[in-house]
């Protein structure tokens, strides 16, 4: 039953409006009207925790921690409306006080607490643990500044502040009556007591971390879950007598280096300050976390003899991997155990997660500033690789495996090996990424623990990125699979498969397809100024920028595109959209040299005559999830074209499969079991394969003999050396596919090795694009076999194989 009727909901709204402003509805804004609507869910959605909660604690039911520097939640007012089953009582209650409802949901900022798939992935899979009746937690920082709005500045990325706080904030509810206090620096003090050795910290910075808790609402149920964000304060009072003496600056000066932990996602890591903070947000976010779930269990059990029994901790890639030293400190100093219990409880409760096989994304931290800022830590940290490191020698006896596995060598913590040797389970996100795990980045730690390596694909939450963001769509789904089973249910939608033969149905979902295209076409023209040829194919590449992920092939396909319309102004051609979306890290120089690189060849190509309603390059200014809410149900084709072997798994593949959208891929990540599913006819493949690349890395890889022998490949590059339109050239990209640069070899990425496949399957799609019928078809499957990547599929996976926990 919904805990609304229209006429409820309406004077819930006019009554936040009038106690949180003052104001009737008359006279408030959308802004505050926008704030009045989430705390009408919030206090709806607070009341079910609360129900839960206690549930949770009669029962003895054990409880998921799922741990992740990055919640990527985007907008939450439409979403926790839908999920509450009140999205049309809210929309007529919005109209009936004198609001557009669009308007209103379109106010609201993302709350953008994350950089890409990683913290959407965790997201998604909150939803789905709420939904499917898992007593669950989520904990991140409450970042006051979110990944940074982006705005394109003469073709070049410029990063703007992003205060999400200012509105999103109405979803918070502060618990200060349950802050911990988190500890810096300072010196050990040790001292015998009763048979037990003590060990203190003294002299240290104190900083009191202050839950900021999210409800989180499932769908189709009571059951609610909470997202908790740790916002940063100084531990100690502000000192009066210092204001007094007019030492106003000074007197802040502790509470602004608390509060900095809490200011902003990653900061720049390239000079020790950087790398000082960085460190700092991670021991708070975990140190707090932990003491937090073992005051909760005390609370219930009075022992943590039983930890393991009732909790599960869920590492959602290295980040938070300092929670099992941080376990480790809190059994032994504060608990009293003895080290093999401690080890035996921390061993048996976290789980490790792990999102990437890039060398530099598998964190290491300098010995000398964990000494420094985490005494204690470090302490533990020595103890456990030093134990570690004597059962590698035990069971290899070769100092060259050993090296590879310690958790600490040569003044370096490495984090990923502390996972594996502190955790109960180590998972890849998809079937090909764990098996490089297994056989390549940990494959003595998996020789010697193989039980302990799993293979957990991604999933996405499919209410949201079909139903919800979809409805023509969600329509035609309910029509032909007899109604919402669908929603709780994903797979579902291989029913759809029995319609693959019915024209009808084929030709209702190329009108579904169409209407998408012209509504997203007027959104990018009211809010890009941007006008879109609807007629065009929409092929779209949307991901954060990085090498491996070969924007910069695209770039060179299209440049091949143009150039033959240069040569053959009346050749024939299916009119196409390039849609590109992508944020690069601020100090990732050639990511944004290539994200410049988008824009200047954008600006060559929509400026000559000769491509107008033929060939068309847009990027996409600040690319978030809210945009990619209009933009998906709109996307025709699905660039996920990285390197074979270096995507661990992707989710923007599974999103546009959900809405249609034919996949052009690499046999890399999750594409593979997309292959799998839906046969290679239903998508199109091209490139070297994952063995393909290693062999040729090991052969001695030269990019210039493909430079050399074809003449469509080096035009496109020798574009780059020459310049375009806006005067820029880039020297800098031809350099590096073809002679390497900064340490890195030439072309590290094989772009000009499956450059000619590339430009093939592109030509494929095209050509099958002609037939609407066979097109369609292929979308239709696509939609249909795309239920197994629901994050409900992948939630449940980790309940039933990792957490042990049931699930509904």
Partial sequence: MTPFTTKSMTDALSGKLMIHFGKTAEEASDAEMMKAAALVLRDAMALREVETRKTTVREHKKKVHYLSLEFLMGRSLMKNAYNLGVLPQLRQALEKLGFRAADIFEIEPDAALGNGGLGRLAACYLDSMTTLEIPATGYSICYELGIFKQKIVEGQQVELPDNWRNLGAAWLLPKPEEAQEVSFGGTLREFWDNGHLHIVQENATRVTAVPCDMVIAGYDTRHTNVLRLWDARSGKPVDMTLYSRGEYLKAAEEEAMAEVIAKVLYPEDNHIEGKSLRLKQQYFFVSATVQSIVREHLEVYGTLRNFAEKNVIQINDTHPSLVIPELMRILLDEAGLDWETAWDITTRSVAYTNHTVLAEALERWPQTLMEQLLPRIWQILTEIARRWQARCESFWHDETKVRDMAVIWDGEVRMANLCIAGGMAVNGVSALHSQILRTDVFKYACAMEPEKFLSVTNGVDHRRWLSEINPRLDSLVQDLTGGEAYLTK????????????????????????????????????????????????????????????????????????????????????????????????????????????????????????????????????????????????????????????KEASGTSNMKFMMNGALTVGTLDGANVEMRDVLGEENLFLFGLRADEVAALRRSGYLPQRLYARDEKLRRALDALRSGFRDGVTYEDLYKRLLTGGDGSPADEYFLLADFESYCAAEARMAETYGDPEKWNRMSLHNIARSGVFAADRAVGQYADTIWHVPHK
């Fill in 490 to 645: 994903p797979r579902t939608l291989k029913k759809l498969d029995d319609y693959a033969g019915d024209g009808e149905v084929l030709r209702r979902l190329g009108e579904i397809k169409r209407k998408n295209k012209e509504e997203f076409a007027d959104y990018l023209r009211r809010t890009q100024g941007t006008v879109l040829n609807p007629d065009a194919i929409f092929d779209v590449q949307v991901k954060r920028l990085h090498e491996y992920k070969r924007q910069l092939l695209n770039v060179l396909h299209i440049l091949a595109l143009y150039q033959h319309l240069r040569d053959n102004p009346d050749a024939e051609m299916t009119p196409r959209v390039f849609l590109f979306g992508a944020k690069a890290a601020p100090g990732y120089a050639v990511a944004k040299r290539i994200i410049r690189l988008i824009n200047s060849v954008a600006d060559q190509v929509n400026a000559d005559p000769l491509c107008r309603d033929r060939l068309q390059v847009v990027f996409l200014e600040n690319y978030r999830v809210s945009l990619a809410e209009h933009l998906m149900p709109a996307a025709e084709v699905s660039e996920q074209i990285s390197t074979a072997g």
